[in-house]
């Protein structure tokens, strides 16, 4: 069965890569390999282009839903069988890594402070919402979110991937920190993002390698969603 190698799992600083066309699907190219984050998680895919003899496009859209991530293109794809070298848009990509961990950040520090968890969350590059179960906010919530989140920041802590076994990462309650469990049924392989000394969860996108890499964090509002369920949008500043 075909399947593409996700680069990006094991090494989200990698941006450039040569990869072999092993699927094409109308204007969508399936690669062996490939460093470009599909759609997933909260998190949007990422952009760039591809180049091969006798041609280049834009990457518009990634998918990964099954076992071969597709890549969408501005112009004719190339056959089966192309070699074709692939680069991320390394500014937006950075953008998004630096939001995705000071979410990570953020539920580090509600889940140690309060022991909430999140109940749902998206992002785009340098912006993001994240709703908690929270009934009502505490007081001063804002402030004192903002206060912590910076410091940890400040405190450049380390950021490591490892990866567990599905049914040892699932023994470990405190490793999914989502209030529904959604890790498909058929990853066998689980992936562990730890901001070591404050976070460690079950996690599929694209982080910075240190928390100073991040910016300075703003909570720029909250919102009630219902009862138990409050959101929170941010905003990151360099």
């Given amino acids: 069965m075909n399947e593409t190698d996700r680069i990006y799992l094991r090494n989200a600083e ?10 094409v699907n109308d ?16 998190q949007p895919h990422d952009t760039g282009i591809f180049t091969w003899n006798g041609g280049n496009a834009s990457v518009t859209a990634v998918s990964g839903k099954g076992p071969v991530v597709l890549h969408t293109l501005d112009d004719t794809p ?9 680069t991320v848009d390394w500014d937006r990509r950075h953008k ?11 539920c580090g520090v509600i889940w140690n402070e309060w022991g909430t968890p999140v109940t749902g ?20 919530f804002a402030a004192r979110v903002t206060d912590l989140v910076n410091a940890e920041i400040a405190a450049d802590r380390p950021i490591e991937v490892s990866f567990l076994p599905r049914s040892e990462a699932l023994a470990d309650d405190a490793l999914i920190r989502t209030k529904v469990n959604l890790i498909p049924d058929s990853v066998a392989e689980i992936r562990i993002v730890d901001i070591v000394g404050l976070d460690k969860q079950a996690d599929g996108g694209t982080h910075v390698a240190r928390t100073g ?26």
Wanted: overall charge negative.
């Fill in 213 to 238: 890499e991040v910016g300075r964090f703003e909570v720029i509002k909250t919102e009630s969603k219902g009862k138990g369920n409050k959101r929170l949008r941010i905003q990151l500043h360099d």
């Fill in 27 to 42: 204007d969508a190219v399936g690669l062996d390999a490939t460093c470009f984050y599909p759609t997933g998680g909260g």
């Fill in 78 to 86: 190339p056959p089966v069988g192309t070699a074709v070298t692939g």
């Fill in 96 to 106: 998004l890594m630096r939001t995705h961990t000071v979410l990570h950040i953020l």
């Fill in 14 to 23: 990698q941006r450039a890569f040569t990869a072999t066309v092993i699927e």
């Fill in 121 to 140: 969350g998206n992002m785009e590059p340098l912006s993001a919402r994240m709703d908690f179960e929270f009934d009502p906010l505490p007081e001063g």
